[in-house]
């Protein structure tokens, strides 16, 4: 079975327009959603396209878990994802959902973001930019998605919701969807 035979599978079996899937705030997290519409940052910086933030568990334990957060992305997206931003903490993890969206949306654009350089293992061919985040920048962003959408993230996330509007500052598409990885927020 291929990716995208699989993906119609879980699209089907979800029976939900994935649309409608996005958390539009911190508190529709609780009833189970694992994807989060960060509108209100959007509007509050004036950025173009919209941006939606991927919650997962580090501690899962699940051997899978990088094709697993890429198959949720596509199906709670109904695979429309323009960009993917995520820090790369995880070799493995990165590059497993890097490959998995790639395998979906050739044309998709994927941002490793780092402090420093990249970590051993990181599969450069999935990457088409690097960005480095300061620590100090990645605070700034932790407060205002604290404060904007009553979420406590890390470090890692903030470092790539930077990213994330810096990119968004750069397309011309209203209708673009970039998707951020948060592994280390707090429903």
């Known amino acids: 079975m291929d990716i ?7 699209h ?17 997290l609780k009833d ?7 509108k209100r940052f959007s509007e509050k910086h004036s950025l173009e396209g919209e941006i939606a933030a991927k919650l997962f568990c580090l ?24 960009y993917f931003v995520a820090p790369v903490f995880n070799a493995d993890i990165f590059n497993s959902t890097a490959a998995i969206l790639k395998a979906y949306r050739k044309d998709i654009r994927i941002t490793a973001v780092c402090s420093g350089s990249l970590p ?5 061919s999935v990457i088409d930019e690097t960005m480095n985040i300061s620590e100090a920048d990645a605070n700034i962003y932790k407060t205002e998605i604290s404060n904007t959408e009553q979420i406590s993230i890390g470090s890692l996330s903030a470092s790539a919701v ?6 968004s500052k750069k397309i011309c598409d ?3 969807r970039i998707v951020v990885l948060f592994p280390d927020a707090e429903k």
């Open 59 to 82: 501690n899962s334990g699940d051997k899978n878990i990088g094709f697993n957060i890429g198959a949720e992305i596509l199906r709670d997206c109904y695979g429309k994802v323009n």
């Open 162 to 167: 930077k990213a994330a509007m810096d990119i």
């Open 120 to 124: 051993d293992g990181t599969d450069l």
């Open 32 to 38: 189970g959603k694992t994807m989060l519409n960060l």
């Open 12 to 28: 089907i079996a979800s029976g939900l327009d994935p649309d409608f899937r996005l958390a539009a705030n911190a508190g529709e």
């Open 174 to 176: 209203k209708h673009a």
């Open 4 to 10: 995208k035979e699989l993906l119609s599978k879980i």
